[in-house]
């Protein structure tokens, strides 16, 4: 008699019975940090030596940050924020407009008492990192933008030589397709609230004034190279194999236009393109940002 699955079946049971309580494995203490008078936002500590490191992202939570932030203490005292509507910091209904968002961080480098923290902003953090740069330069070391050095605000039309993509003939993902596990931590936040969502990423789009940016800048982008995107798609003829030519054409002219942008507005900005990334490029690409991130911090030294 096979007994393996009637026991697999009854396991959540058993541990239920016996009360287990999953525990978060990465080593971080938790706590909150009040901004705007009354507003608690979740930070995240993993200790270490060194300057301060503070994360930031767009609608995940600072649970994200759980794998690489630890492999980075050697070097820098490391934290995470969960930003206001997100994972356990409070859902006010309010304070999502680019300057409060940008505020809610700077009270927090204040609160904890960071000196000139690297603050990392991934997708729409840049946001933040754009307002913060600018303003309060001198509350900073430098910035580091992972996949969020970007104009969120552009038009097809603002974009030089981008392609007319047939989207009807553009040709589905295949299983090679680069993507991420997330941490344990990350898969058990509560929901994001669609209102929240909205307000974070579409209602306050920000365009990036990068020439009033006076810290240093690194900004690492997602790439791919025609032959991956080729790979990446599961194109069966000509015709979708020109629609899947045209829609590469026409994320690199955009992306040609984010660097030039950035390059203009912070000429000494460092810019590195990792080919094959994820979004999440600190989980896709781990070891590369980590590698990215010391030489950053000692090129722009203390």
Request: glycine share 8%.
């Amino acid at each position: 008699m096979n007994t393996a699955i009637p026991l697999l079946v009854g396991l959540p049971l058993l541990l239920a019975q016996s009360g287990a309580v999953w525990r978060d494995p990465s080593p971080h203490n938790v706590r909150f940090v009040s901004v705007d008078t009354s507003v608690q936002l979740e930070v995240l500590d993993w200790g270490g030596a060194g300057r301060p490191m503070l994360f930031v992202g767009c609608y995940l939570t600072a649970h994200v940050y759980d794998d690489i932030a630890p492999k980075l203490t050697d070097q820098f005292r490391v934290y995470a924020l969960t930003r206001r509507g997100v994972g356990a910091s409070d859902r006010p209904a309010t304070g999502y407009e680019p300057q409060r968002r940008a505020d809610d961080v700077l009270e927090v480098i204040g609160a904890l008492r960071m000196d000139k923290p690297i603050l990392i902003g991934n997708s729409c953090g840049g946001d933040i990192l754009h307002a913060l740069g600018a303003q309060h330069p001198e509350a900073l070391g430098g910035l580091v933008y992972l996949d969020a050095a970007e104009d969120p605000t552009l038009r097809v039309s603002d974009y030089p030589h981008i392609p007319i993509v047939d989207m009807a003939r553009m040709p589905k993902r295949g299983p090679n397709s680069p993507s991420v596990i997330f941490p344990a931590a990350e898969t058990r936040q509560r929901p994001l609230d669609p209102t929240i969502r909205k307000a974070i990423v579409d209602d306050n789009k920000v365009k990036p004034d990068y020439s009033r940016i006076r810290v240093p800048v690194l900004a690492v982008y997602r790439t791919t190279t025609l032959e991956q995107t080729m790979n990446e798609y599961e194109w069966q003829n000509d015709q979708q194999l020109a629609a899947l030519i045209q829609g590469y054409a026409g994320r690199r002219a955009m992306l040609e236009k984010w660097e030039g942008d950035l390059r203009t507005g912070v000429p000494n900005a460092r810019i590195v393109e990792l080919p094959g990334a994820n979004l999440y490029m600190f989980l896709s690409n781990e070891a590369d940002v980590i590698r990215e991130l010391r030489a950053f911090a000692t090129l722009i030294g203390r």
